[in-house]
T-cell receptor, first 112, second 112 residues
């Protein structure tokens, strides 16, 4: 069975500062993909970043980067220069052979 | 722009009155998914189609059915909605079962 755990139900950060959201996972598969999705109050799930497990290099998308620690089964998301538009629920997710498994989400608040 | 479209965005139905939610995609993806998401929870996969092959999750109630008449469209039928079926219903698509899933904006279902 695959599991994804986000241990921080809520986080807050001051605008322009950096915040890191934590995620750990468990899987017995050797090939898998990890994702961070963002779901703002409008409720559309938007892909933030994707990491292939076979790649050692951490994925980066503009202000968003991950720290992928395969041995520790850890996949944290760093948001630099936080903006008001980053406020949302963030879901970590694991894609194995068939199914996308989500964590329970972290609600991120940006303080102006 | 290629995208995933869901109609309607908001649907109100009466207890026990059948309702159909629709999803269409212009991405020409093989796989289409239906998720149920209740407030402050992670999305829960109901079923998915790989091309015309239907895959039902073991814990999806019989009350939920799906149809995929062609590559572009997929429907979610709720035969006799109960109060517990009130939720956001998300449609997603991917090129293959291991590719990134792209989500539509969702349909919020209210059951009176």
């Amino acid at each position: 069975a695959q599991t994804v755990t986000q241990s921080q139900p809520e986080m807050s950060v001051q605008e322009a500062e950096t915040v890191t959201l934590s995620c750990t996972y468990d899987t017995s598969e050797s090939d898998y993909y990890l994702f961070w999705y963002k779901q703002p109050p409008s409720r559309q799930m938007i892909l933030v970043i994707r990491q292939e497990a076979y790649k050692q290099q951490n994925a980066t998308e503009n202000r968003f980067s991950v720290n992928f620690q395969k041995a520790a089964k850890s996949f944290s998301l760093k948001i630099s220069d936080s903006q008001l538009g980053d406020a949302a629920m963030y879901f970590c997710a694991l894609q194995g052979a068939q199914k996308l498994v989500f964590g329970q989400g972290t609600r991120l608040t940006i303080n102006p | 722009d290629a995208m995933v479209i869901q109609n309607p965005r908001y649907q109100v139905t009466q207890f026990g009155k059948p309702v159909t939610l629709s999803c269409s995609q212009t991405l020409n993806h093989n796989v289409m998914y239906w998720y149920q998401q209740k407030s402050s929870q992670a999305p829960k996969l109901l079923f998915h189609y790989y091309d015309k092959d239907f895959n039902n999750e073991a814990d999806t109630p019989d009350n939920f059915q799906s149809r995929r008449p062609n590559t572009s469209f997929c429907f979610l039928d709720i035969r006799s909605p109960g109060l517990g079926d009130a939720a956001m219903y998300l449609c997603a698509t991917s090129g293959s079962s291991t590719d990134t899933q792209y989500f539509g904006p969702g349909t919020r279902l209210t059951v009176l």
